[in-house]
């Protein structure tokens, strides 16, 4: 059974531009939720998506969004970039069988913004 | 509000000698009880779980974890640790509000000396 699957898993960006990353769940997963990870905040939560629908949200600003496909397949945007969203941002998806209490990270999207 | 502890950000250990890595939890409600070991450039792995049942829970590549109610740990061990297992060292736990919602510690670094 495939992992989570997040691409690009390398990426460089210029302050201002944005960004899309994706993420597709573990088959038969209908939650993914996203995380930014960095050395200095460690791992703080960013949403929570079910059936296509934001069920829970991070303390972040607007510029950081995210959506949800019909396939469980999701994205995150994050737009005006900055120096500090330079991160690893984690992908992880839960349900099916052992449950949706259990998440299942990727192996994360290394975003460098310059 | 809910939270999750790690003592000690760093813990150094010979190997072969008994790795532990501490953690509380703080909750209103009973929350479901996670490790997981992420290694350099890659995402968070699932060592072991705690949901309901037997409070002495075994996981992969030979951690056990005990869930203590009354003391609100969830204290991570290995008898023996082997170079393999330098790594950083996740404690988290998941509430339902509405949805699962995993909150993280901020991570115990686990250097394994020869």
């Known amino acids: 059974k495939a992992g989570v699957t997040q691409t690009p898993r390398y990426l460089i960006k210029t302050r201002g531009q944005q960004v899309t990353l994706s993420c597709s769940p573990i088959?038969?997963?209908?939650?993914v939720s996203w995380y930014q990870q960095t050395p200095g905040q460690g791992l703080q939560f960013l949403f929570e998506?079910?059936?296509?629908?934001?069920?829970n949200k991070g303390n972040f600003p607007g510029r950081f969004s995210g959506r949800q496909f019909s396939n469980s397949r999701s994205e995150m945007n994050v737009s005006t970039l900055e120096l500090g969203d330079s991160a690893l941002y984690l992908c992880?998806?839960?349900?099916?069988?052992?449950?949706?209490?259990?998440?299942?990270f990727g192996e994360g999207s290394w975003l460098t913004v310059v | 509000a809910q939270s999750v502890t790690q003592l000690g950000s760093h813990v150094s250990v010979s190997e072969g000698a008994l790795v532990l890595l501490r953690c509380n939890y703080s909750?209103?409600?009973?929350?479901?009880l996670f490790w997981y070991v992420q290694y350099p450039n890659q995402g968070l792995q699932l060592l072991l779980k705690?949901?309901?049942?037997?409070?002495l829970v075994k996981g992969i590549n030979g951690f056990e974890a005990e869930f203590k109610k009354s003391e609100t740990s969830f204290h991570l061990t290995k008898p023996s640790a082997h170079m393999s297992d330098a790594a950083e060292y996740f404690c988290?736990?998941?509430?339902?509000?509405?949805?699962?919602?995993?909150?993280f510690g901020a991570g115990t670094r686990l250097f394994v000396k020869a």
């Open positions: 705690y949901t309901t049942g037997a409070t």
């Open positions: 988290a736990a998941s509430f339902y509000t509405g949805g699962f919602k995993t909150i």
């Open positions: 909750s209103s409600v009973p929350p479901y």
């Open positions: 998506y079910f059936s296509e629908t934001q069920r």
């Open positions: 088959s038969g997963h209908r939650s």
């Open positions: 992880a998806s839960s349900g099916g069988t052992a449950g949706e209490n259990t998440i299942y």
